[in-house]
């Protein structure tokens, strides 16, 4: 299995990103999706997760009502939609993959498959 993030850059405070990560070869049945984040300096950081039935699972304090995960089953696609974006959002995003049952969807040890990470920076 292989994921393949997409979409970072560069953006004003208050602007939006949309990330994409597409997944390929030959994945779990009913595998769940995840985003993580890691700024410099500090620990990498849960921020949603959708599984596959497109129940969803958001870091409340962090991202909730800004970002919106979503995912394209058939296209094996996961989607990070970003508004309102802030200054402490800079940070690399990493999408995961893991398999349908476990104990968190927010744990990243639980996660089995990484993509490359994708550079967001938001400036003041």
């Known amino acids: 299995v292989q994921l393949q993030a997409f979409g970072g850059g560069s953006v004003q405070a208050g602007g939006s990103l949309r990330l994409f990560c597409v997944v390929s070869?030959?994945?779990?049945?009913?595998?769940?999706a995840g985003w993580f984040r890691q700024a410099p300096g500090k620990e990498r950081e849960f921020v949603a997760a959708?599984?596959?039935?497109?129940?969803?699972?958001y870091n409340v304090g962090s991202v909730k009502g800004r970002f919106t995960i979503s995912r394209d089953n058939a296209k094996k696609t996961i989607y990070l939609r970003m508004n309102s974006l802030k200054p402490e959002d800079t940070a690399v995003y990493y999408c995961?993959?893991?398999?349908?049952?476990?104990?968190?969807?927010?744990?990243?040890?639980?996660?089995?498959?990484w993509g490359q990470g994708t550079q967001v920076t938001v400036s003041s």
């Open positions: 959708i599984g596959w039935s497109a129940g969803t699972l």
């Open positions: 070869g030959r994945t779990r049945d009913g595998y769940t």
């Open positions: 995961a993959t893991r398999g349908q049952y476990g104990t968190s969807w927010a744990v990243a040890d639980e996660y089995d498959y």
